[in-house]
């Protein structure tokens, strides 16, 4: 079964810091990876994602992720946060052909302090 | 640019009430889902369907039905409200491809509250 870890449900950075959300998978096959925010009110919007080609992946918004599959993460990271990326983001993991389903962690709430 | 719409932002509804909560995408995606989100809880899957009239239960389903009579529309229906379905409502589509699906699409939500 798959399943996805968020670590820390709220992080708290200065502006201009480096940002990093933390996501750990668990899947038992090639799974695809998503990193989705979410604004107060608001749908989520996809920022990235990986499907099994570069391990290193450039989202929007000046944010990137990277696959490690030794370590089963895929952590999102930003060199400097700006007062505009304080959200909620998502961790998601979809996997397995003919499947449909995805699995959501269960969020981090970044706050950007000035 | 891609849509997903759904029907209400914001609904406030009494007990036993029925509930209808639309969502139409313009995308030609084969794949729809309703998600519920609860504070702590992240998104928890209610139905989805891969195909006009099919339908399948995700982790959540109770108290929920859907339908899906065309492509572009999914509903997902509240046959008697109950307080604990006070929540925000999100649907999302995506496309099959390469006999997986790809990323979501997620509509802006609607928060509901059952009184």
């Known amino acids: 079964a798959q399943s996805v870890t968020q670590l820390g449900s709220h992080v708290s950075v200065s502006e201009g810091a480096l940002v990093l959300l933390r996501c750990n998978y668990s899947?038992?096959?090639?799974?695809?990876l998503f990193w989705y925010v979410q604004y107060p009110n608001q749908g989520l919007q996809l920022l990235l994602k990986?499907?099994?080609?570069?391990?290193l992946v450039k989202g929007i918004n000046g944010f990137e992720a990277e696959f490690k599959k030794s370590e089963t993460s895929f952590h999102l990271t930003k060199p400097s946060a700006h007062m505009s990326d304080a959200a909620e983001y998502f961790c998601?993991?979809?996997?397995?052909?003919?499947?449909?389903?995805?699995?959501f962690g269960t969020g981090t709430r970044l706050k950007v302090l000035a | 640019d891609v849509k997903v719409t759904q029907s209400s932002r914001y609904l406030v509804k009494r007990t036993g009430e029925k509930v209808f909560l639309e969502c139409v995408q313009d995308?030609?995606?084969?794949?729809m889902f309703w998600y519920r989100q609860d504070p702590g809880l992240g998104l928890r899957l209610i139905y989805f369907?891969?195909?006009?009239?099919?339908?399948e239960k995700g982790d959540i389903p109770e108290g929920y039905s859907v339908s899906r009579e065309k492509k572009e529309r999914f509903s997902l229906i509240l046959e008697s409200a109950s307080t604990n379905q006070t929540s925000m409502y999100l649907c999302?589509?995506?496309?099959?491809?390469?006999?997986?699906?790809?990323?979501?699409?997620f509509g802006e939500g609607s928060r509901l509250t059952v009184l």
């Open positions: 899947s038992s096959v090639p799974p695809y």
């Open positions: 369907s891969y195909d006009v009239k099919m339908k």
């Open positions: 998601a993991v979809s996997g397995g052909s003919g499947t449909y389903k995805y699995i």
């Open positions: 999302a589509s995506s496309q099959h491809r390469e006999g997986r699906t790809g990323e979501l699409f």
């Open positions: 995308m030609d995606h084969e794949n």
């Open positions: 990986y499907t099994s080609a570069a391990t």
